[in-house]
């Protein structure tokens, strides 16, 4: 059984840096504390005067934006530390050891986030990050874009009704 090693102490999962993924946890918690930061301080503003629906969908997007990098953050701390054993124990608990024995390398890609154990004969199969993880971003990431945007188009339009009425009070 040939398998594919890593030729550098960085490099692991068959194409996964254990550096750029420190820097992508690091970066994701700061993201996450800092958004979870900028929804307590806009509920916390908002609690003088009435909580509008522009509130609620931006809320939405905050949480929803934060879930999915939870979600993605959760899957590379499987791979985190994958060596050649931990690679082997993942392919073996993924398809068993019959299965496993004819893996002969890994593949490894970030979008969407996954580790797979090749197999003699062209084939292929996921291992290590669970299954849950890129099916929870697909739904994820959309909810954010729409209650994003749905805010912004909001936020515009009560912008546009505020400086029509002025115009209005001023004429």
């Known amino acids: 059984m040939s398998q594919h090693l890593s030729t550098q102490a960085s490099d692991t999962a068959g194409g996964f840096n254990s550096i750029a993924l420190l820097f992508i946890l690091l970066i994701g918690a700061v ?8 929804l307590g301080s806009s509920v916390a503003r908002r609690e003088q005067g009435r909580p509008g629906h522009r509130l ?3 809320a939405g997007c905050v949480v929803s934006v934060c879930a999915a990098i939870c979600v993605y953050l959760w899957g590379t701390l499987h791979v985190l530390f994958m060596e050649d054993l931990n690679m082997r124990r993942a392919c ?6 019959a299965k496993a024995s004819k893996v002969d390398g890994y593949e ?5 986030l996954r580790f797979t154990c090749r197999v003699d ?5 996921s ?4 299954a ?3 099916p929870a971003l697909g739904g994820l990431v959309p909810l954010a ?9 909001t936020r515009d339009d009560l912008k546009r009704r505020k400086t029509s009425s002025e115009r209005k009070g001023n004429t």
């Open 31 to 38: 993201v996450v504390i800092s958004l979870i930061g900028y």
């Open 56 to 58: 609620w969908l931006r």
């Open 92 to 97: 073996v608990a993924a398809g068993g050891e």
């Open 108 to 112: 490894s890609s970030y979008v969407p």
């Open 121 to 125: 004969g062209g084939g292929s199969y």
């Open 127 to 130: 291992a290590a990050i669970p």
């Open 132 to 134: 849950w993880v890129n």
């Open 145 to 153: 874009l729409v209650t994003g945007v749905v805010s912004g188009v």
